[in-house]
T-cell receptor, first 114, second 115 residues
Framework: GAVVSQHPSWVICKSGTSVKIECRSL??????MFWYRQFPKQSLMLMAT?????????EQGVEKDKFLINHASLTLSTLTVTSAHPEDSSFYIC??????????FGPGTRLLVL | AQSVTQLGSHVSVSEGALVLLRCNYS??????LFWYVQYPNQGLQLLLK??????LVKGINGFEAEFKKSETSFHLTKPSAHMSDAAEYFC?????????????FGGGTRLMVKP
């Protein structure tokens, strides 16, 4: 139980394009989902907290217009990197929180912007 | 505000040796504490968690951690390292009173196991 999936697992895109990453909780409902970013050999940095049916809460320094988050259902949150640039290349990890207990993490999405 | 410090970004042990990964936290309220493991190109897997019950917490794969309030520590140990334990380990803290269960991560410790 408590499986979280991410799609795609890998994406390579040209600079200036937009990329959408999906995060799904497969066997539980998650009112809250989190999006993290991890640079090589570094820790996870929280980007935003996604709440179903309401606007996401962004951490300081994260551009909300660049990283669009939509949490339209209790099992799906999406992160769209708009007008991606090479500096956006990173490992993006989502987690889902079933209102109690720990967060459950997805396998991550590696984004490479050329 | 909460913070987590993991002493030693890299730890190397021989197969069969004791594993000790250090974690110290700072929290103004009673904390939840977690250890996660990350294998290359994968997400995080929960090893164990402390949630104010027993101070010695047993997790998966033979790992355990002890919550010591006086030392504000939550070190991770395993009596005998296996090659398969080589991975990145993250300690994290969360606020017991935080309904969103937001996590603050330490910088991570890469465990290397020598044959």
């Amino acid at each position: 139980g408590a499986v979280v999936s991410q799609h795609p697992s890998w994406v390579i895109c040209k600079s200036g394009t937009s990329v959408k990453i999906e995060c799904r909780s497969l066997d539980f409902q998650a009112t809250t989902m989190f999006w993290y970013r991890q640079f090589p050999k570094q820790s996870l940095m929280l980007m935003a907290t996604s709440n179903e049916g309401s606007k996401a809460t962004y951490e300081q320094g994260v551009e909300k217009d660049k990283f669009l988050i939509n949490h339209a259902s209790l099992t799906l949150s999406t992160l769209t990197v708009t007008s991606a640039h090479p500096e956006d290349s990173s490992f993006y990890i989502c987690s889902a929180w079933p209102d109690s207990g720990p967060q459950y993490f997805g396998p991550g999405t590696r984004l490479l912007v050329l | 505000a909460q913070s987590v410090t993991q002493l030693g970004s890299h730890v190397s042990v021989s197969e069969g040796a004791l594993v000790l990964l250090r974690c110290n936290y700072s929290s103004s309220v009673p904390p939840y504490l977690f250890w996660y493991v990350q294998y290359p190109n994968q997400g995080l897997q929960l090893l164990l968690k402390y949630t104010s019950a027993a101070t010695l917490v047993k997790g998966i794969n033979g790992f355990e951690a002890e919550f010591k309030k006086s030392e504000t520590s939550f070190h991770l140990t395993k009596p005998s390292a296996h090659m398969s334990d080589a991975a990145e380990y993250f300690c994290a803290v969360s606020d017991l009173n935080n309904a969103g269960n937001m996590l603050t991560f330490g910088g991570g410790t890469r465990l290397m196991v020598k044959p």
